[in-house]
């Protein structure tokens, strides 16, 4: 195992907690991964639809400054992780794009790494069992609704991350920390963080019933992946309240702290003081704090 | 020498066998075939690194054949072409008295030095015999281990191009003697499919094309029987290297369908069976 | 090369997957190049794998043999004693130094007419670019 | 009459020049292995012109292993006769005396009763370049046959080494003569003796035995059990016929495409099983030694009947290339001395 | 010296169109030995036979070439009518110019060309082909059936009317098939049972037929009229014979258990019929379930057995059956609800298959009818039915249309209006099909007077939300999309291909298509037999069929069975090995490859009776001329007659250039 971490734009900015959480993993489990010093932005969310050529060529930067450390590229954003493995179909064989790409880009580059997503590298590379052993602070009782959104399984034949229709590697993460996982249907909907500024009352409807159907189903907090959706989800989730007139209260934590937290790591260091939503109440009554 | 000339006495004396096929000196650094019917003849049988001759191929002929027993002196390697006659019904288990001589290794066709075909062999003591004479000989190759031809390396190498170039030179001196063919211990059939005519499959001249066709044919019908004896090439006239044809077959048997001829009677040449999961990655 | 040379590709199939695959791309209308010409066996066993140096010999450009796949044999196991065949020729062909890219073996079964046509216009768009097999032919001299 | 000679050099350059000329076949000895072999040349052959003997004879030269002798097309209108390529000139270099004695013999024989213009019009326009012999091995017995290490009988020149790298040019037919002055520039040198030049003479291969008694014996004694005893070990190829310098069995096949055809007279051989197979599957010489007593039978005495001499040089070619151990010298030989003590 | 002719068919201008057919017969004239040729606008027609028969009559002709379409379609017409008029059939050969040169074909100059080189290579071959003389065959008569199902069951019962016997393969312990699990039929919305089981008990009680259950066919050897069928009789641990069926066996059983028969919605025992009307109504024991196979406890069902029919240390049993024709009716079988997982992969027990349904509503179903829904039993307000669920789905599952779905959905609408008078149900559908008698006014009927209320649309997701079940769809007749909260979801699933079905089809040597179904002759005119002769398709086994259907390819079959069997001996063509005694060597290489063990050593013996040596023989009955046999022998002492090297040697040697 030797991977550049590909932390993305989100990480660096609106979402720092996953950026700090990550390198808190990296660190507690004495992974061989470090940040690639050239790393691009993806041009996410934007740029696809209006440069194919320079939104690929983003991309390919990226690629070549993993291949510069000779390191296989781990990703936290799915969308960055979705537009890295375009890139990297878009070398794997010869097309007019390919070569505009490369003229863009000013120079051959290969694609042969591996790209793969930090909880897939935990939960099979790293494996199961070895967390196991590291948990010291296990999350008994409390029920965790796996929230992975829309981007990380889809397309399948290109994100290769698990079952599209019901991925359990984030369920699998935390039960092996030793939550309650709570089964629900809403686990890849979409959240509508596209359209939150556009249009946020789509993206509200949509936040609601992932938020309603995860505490329906028994939640007490959710975890993610995504950035977007952390920020969807946590940073709405009052405005929601209002709205519906409902009281949801439900933590949504990316899976780097809920891990951290198991692992025994420092909550301000996990940085859980910086959610809207205060998941000290609950972490406190499940004696996790 | 002692052992094998009593033994041969013994079985001409008795009537065990109408014929003993062995090897007698030719020269000082040398030996050819000996047919043996009295015991006088049987005084000039010898064994020694020179005896080159697979006698294994003179039990195909139609007169030894008709003859009710037959002893023949055989080292492993030549034994192999016996399991294959065996397998293919061309001879009775019973009609042959194999007299095996372990043999750590045979001279090169020119005399000098080990033969290459030794290097390779897993039978240094004959594996399927009536007598063993001679001192045991370490093996030095385990029997399930690939045989691998060094000489093959060359010519792998070469591009297609220059395989084809190379073997037309070599190829436009065959003269057609079919030596190989009649040297050879599993080239027993009653008429060669080169002298059939309905259709004449193989032209006979010995043109370009008739070479062509004829060397392809001889290695294609020993393919997964060929048993690395090195007959063909030593008596070929006209130095062809054809154990290069017969190695690179023999080396795809053992890649494709784990198979070296002439270990056990029991089992199928590999062209006359198959297996459900046989590599196709050639067929699209 | 002549100008408007065209490759020659025998084609030997079996009765029962090829050439009814055949039939199907025929009565599906699907177009694909006519320069084969097949000659039916029973079944992909009766293949001998000496057609393919007459075919040479008689001035083809490419050989393609196509049976039943694995499994469908109409006569259940004709094509896995084929393969094993075609297997030990496509190496002795390897080794003299012929053109094996100008032997295709394929596996069409009789519901395939699409793929018989594909076939049939990779292998003759794939010679095409070949060439004639003007070493094999040279062959075909009569003096010495 | 002048003295010629010729270095090796310039021998190898007029061989290359003449092969370069596409009017003209040349044959000379080329290497392979450890073998040297009398193989059609062109321009870029690499000779080699130190050897012993060569593994063929000169034989393929003039009678080619296979030689079209009818062509045709079938037309529309009807069959029509196709062009045979033109019988060329050819030189051919490196022989011994034993290949060039069966000049004469191969020459009674095609032109007994059928003229076979093929063979013959090849013969007229063939020039035979002789080695005289410097070696010999057990298997020569030329000498027996009456022939000599330095025959001339059926060369046009016969070269005799005089010193590391030359000849001197004996000119022995008109056609010799005729090639020597067309190429004078070649044979210009003059070339001083040199001593310690091995010279074999015919006392160096001494005589075996006599032919005639060897005939004698084969007469009376077909049945005889020497046969099988001798050529039992024999395994029915054609090397010996094939390398033999005055085996001279052809076969006639046809092969035709459906538009075309042509008929070839191709070689064919005594030993070989199918030889004389009937179409009712009989076959009259059904097992090797049969065979082979044909072979040794036709030699040294049905040959004799028909052209008064022994058809065989005495080159040994046969024996050299049999990997079963027959070997030609000792059989007759063996004939030889069974004739003897039956003469007592 | 050959007389070939050569008759050129324009096939009206399927052939005419891309090949110039009279510069085709022009130019065939040229190739040596052809006497006659001519074009025609349908050589097939009668008068077109008529001039093939009357050259050659009147040339003499020793060998005819057809150049019109596939021998598949006509080679049989053509060589009845060589027959016909003197000439052997085997001397004459077809050029296939049709369906391998003018329909694949669009230039002119190619189709003439390829044409004439087509007719050049068959006149080659016809040259050399030698005279064949049929072989008649001896034929047992008696039949087998694979599939005890309704299709099963009528080619039996069709089979035994015409006097031949049959053996009825099933592999359940009970025939009866899928029929017997449904509740009401369309669009009679009969009931299953009442029809089918009058039909069981016929096929059991007939004389001729003999029921072998729990059985599957383990080997398939010889050929049409002559096969041998090896039957694997499955462990059933109670004697068939001995038990009556009493049923104390399975009352007292303990161990309860899924029923396979009730779709997992019911239970059944470890020792079991899967149904009451089952028939034999023998039971089974349950290996893996039975507490005696697997733990060695209990063993009540021997203890209180009267007959002392139970027998613990049962083994599989094989028995060997010749029979003349095969009927396969092996039916088919529904995907189930796990296969999807955007529509809840099986974790919601109120999302239920069809066939889950039929026992739902099925007065001798698990509720005896009570219609209860899987997860808490509440009687079901709101139902939604999903059509072409893993149907017409190239992307994802299949893609071809499942064809009773249609009219299923619009008869279990009905059945839950008439349960549920009051409930509101709902259908997904892409298009409705109802192509049968009676089946449009049937859906119609479902929709304007039952109610059920049809969405155009597919449906993304199913899940639950609280104690609903929520469907995610798109309705796109008014292009929205749509929720609907309900208290069951039916999803009608595709009929797949049965589990085994391949491994059987290549125990057979017959062809079935990428999605398992076996594959018929011919679509259209040879829809029930196989490309192997005797043996006979049927109902689901071949593609998605209604009952209707089923049945009358059932009949169909039946008929070919008994056409076939109606012969005491059978013809078989002259297409077999021969082998050359004079030039086998004995090495067996043919016998090692010849897949019908047709090929065996036979002495040869001199005239005082000793063994010389031993040679190959064919038994011309069991070759099926493969020809496999011919490359295997480096003599070439076998050849395959009709396929003899001289002859394809020919038709290479035909396209050597000019």
Redesign the interface.
Known sequence: MKYGYYPGCSAKSTAPELDATTLALIDFLHLDIKELKDWVCCGASSMHSVDKVLHTALSVMTLDAANAEERDIMVQCPACLAHVLEAKEVLSKDSELKSDVLEAVGKQVDANMKIRHFSSILHDEYGLDKIREKVTNPLQSLSIASYYGCLIVRPPERMQYD?P??PMVMDQLMSTCGAEIV?W??KTKCCGAGTAISDTDVSLDLTYEILR?AK?NGAECICVLCPLCQNNLDLRQKKIEQRYGEKLNLPVLYYTQLLGLAFGLDPIMLQLNRLFVDPFPLLKRKGIL | MQELVKKAKELIESKEVDLLIGYQSDGEKGAKPLFVKNTQQAEKLIFNQYCLNNLVTYLKRPDVKALKKVAVVAKGCDIRSFVMLLSENQVSRDAIFIIGMTCDHVVSPDGTGENEKCTTCKVHNPHLADVVLGAPVPEKIAKDKPVHYAQLEKLNAMSQEERWAFWQEELSRCIRCYACRQACPLCYCERCIVDFNTPQWIDTRSNPRGNFAWNIVRALHLAGRCINCGECERVCPANIPLMLLNQSLQEEAQEKFAWEAGYDPESQPPLTTFRKEDDEDFIR | MSENWEPKIITFVCNWCTYAGADLAGTSRFKYASNIRIIKTPCSGRIDPMFIVSAFEKGADAVLISGCHPGDCHYNEGNYNARRKFTMMKRLLDTLGVDTRRVVFAWCSASEGIKFSRLVNEVTESIKKLGPYTDYHSLNQEER | MAEYYITQSKMTALLKELASDSGMEVFGPVKKGNDVFISKMDGKTELCLDYFISVNSIKEAIFPRFEPILKYKLRSEGVELAELPPIKPLVVFGGHPCDAASIPLMKDLFSWDYKDHFYLQRLEKVVIITLACVEKDENCFCTSLGGSPHGETGSDILLERVSKDGWQAKIVSEKGKKFIETHLDFFRDTITPEKGIPKLQDKDIPVMFQSDRVKKWIEKNFDHPLWEEVASNCWSCAACTYVCPTCHCFDITDDATMWEGVRTKNWDACTLPFFTKHASGHNPRSQSYERYRQRISHKYSYYIDLFNHVSCTGCGRCSRVCKAGVNILDIVKRIDEESKKGEK | MARIGVFVCWCGSNIAETVEVSKVAEVSKSIPGVVYSVDYKYMCSDPGQELVKNAIKEYKLTGVVVASCSPRMHEKTFRKAALEAGLNPYMLEMANIREQCSWVHNNMDEGTQKSIDLVRMMVEKVKRNKPLDDISIPVTKKAMVIGGGVTGIQAALDIASGGIPVVLVEKESSIGGKMSALDETFPTLDCSQCILTPKMVEVAQHPLVQIISYAEIEKLEGFVGNFKATIRKKARYVDVDACTGCGTCWQKCPVKVDSEFEQGLGKRKAIFIPFPQAIPSRPRIDAENCLKLTKDRCGICEKVCPTKAIHYDDKDEFMEVEVGAIVVATGYKIMPVSAFPEYGGGQYPDVVTSLQFERMVCASGPTLGDLKRPSDGKLPETVVFVKCVGSRDPEHYHSYCSKICCMYVAKQTMLYRHKVHHGNCYVFYIDVRSNGKNYEEFVRRAQEQEGAQYIRGRVSSIYKDGDDMVVEGADTLTNSQIKVKCDLVVLATAMEAPDGIKQLAQKLGIGYDQHGFLTEAHPKLRPVETATAGIFLAGCALSPRDIPDSVSEGSAAAAKVLGLLSKDTLDKEGVVAIVNELTCVGCQNCIRVCPYNAIELKDICNRQGELQRQVAHVNPGLCTGCGTCTPSCPSRSIELQGFRDTELYAEINALAEL
Do not use: H, Y
Request: charged residues 25%; aromatic residues 12%.
């Open positions: 079952d229709e019901n089964q249907p809403f159907m329906n």
